[in-house]
């Protein structure tokens, strides 16, 4: 199972960036699909999620209103549409998947992609 996300960089604050996440090995009709962060010398926090079940979208309190996370299964994988943003955004986004738990055990997804850097200059 590989996970890839592409789309990062550095953008202003205010501005808008689109992450992307290509899976291999799995299906995300039949896995959950979230994405994770990082910032420097915090810890790893969960953003959004996806869940395979009900097809609901749930969000970290912080982000509600300005990310989007939409699965697409055209191209086997996820997309986290990111408006709005700030420089507290400014981390690595990792993209995760799981086939057992859902969107409430996001830290505990099996796989993790190699994570892409999202930088938010002010």
């Known amino acids: 199972v590989q996970l890839a996300e592409s789309g990062g960089g550095l953008v202003p604050a205010g501005g808008s960036l689109t992450l992307s996440c290509t899976a291999s090995g799995l299906s995300v009709n039949t896995y959950t699909i979230g994405w994770l962060r990082q910032a420097p010398g915090k810890a790893r926090e969960g953003v959004a999620c996806f869940d395979r079940g009900d097809l609901s979208a749930w969000y970290e309190d912080s982000v509600k209103g300005r990310f989007t996370i939409s699965s697409d299964r055209a191209q086997n994988g996820a997309t986290l549409q990111m408006n709005n943003v700030t420089p507290e955004d400014t981390a690595v986004y990792y993209c995760?998947?799981?086939?057992?738990?859902?969107?409430?055990?996001?830290?505990?997804?099996?796989?993790r992609g190699q994570g892409t850097q999202v930088t938010v200059s002010s």
């Open positions: 995760v998947a799981d086939g057992f738990y859902d969107c409430h055990q996001l830290h505990r997804f099996d796989y």
